[in-house]
């Protein structure tokens, strides 16, 4: 299993990067699928995700509104389109697996994070 996200880097704040995670190795349709990030001294947490029978995403407060998460299963990708990047996004952003879509936000294969640096 094999998830790879990229697109991160130094963003000014109110910036809109979209971040990219390519899956491989398993069954994409089969699985719900999410972003989560880790800022520095803080807690790992939950961004937005898809539960694995579909449906609409579920958003953490921090950027709903601001983040819009999407996959194209054809290509066994998702994306999170950041918008009006504030200081506090900055973190590494993960893609993962999730087992449960918000809540307890049970995951099961992570990749390897990308960085978000946003500058005031």
């Known amino acids: 299993v094999q998830l790879q996200a990229s697109g991160g880097g130094l963003v000014q704040a109110g910036g809109s990067p979209r971040l990219s995670c390519a899956a491989s190795?398993?069954?994409?349709?089969?699985?719900?699928i999410g972003w989560f990030r880790q800022a520095p001294g803080k807690e790992r947490e939950g961004v937005a995700c898809?539960?694995?029978?579909?449906?609409?995403?579920y958003y953490a407060d921090s950027v709903k509104g601001r983040f819009t998460i999407s996959r194209d299963n054809a290509k066994n990708t998702v994306y999170l389109q950041m918008s009006d990047l504030k200081p506090e996004d900055t973190a590494v952003y993960y893609c993962?697996?999730?087992?449960?879509?918000?809540?307890?936000?049970?995951?099961?294969?992570w990749g390897q994070g990308t960085q978000v640096t946003v500058s005031s």
């Open positions: 993962a697996t999730v087992l449960v879509c918000g809540g307890s936000w049970e995951s099961e294969y």
């Open positions: 190795g398993f069954i994409f349709l089969d699985y719900g």
């Open positions: 898809f539960g694995r029978s579909g449906g609409r995403p």
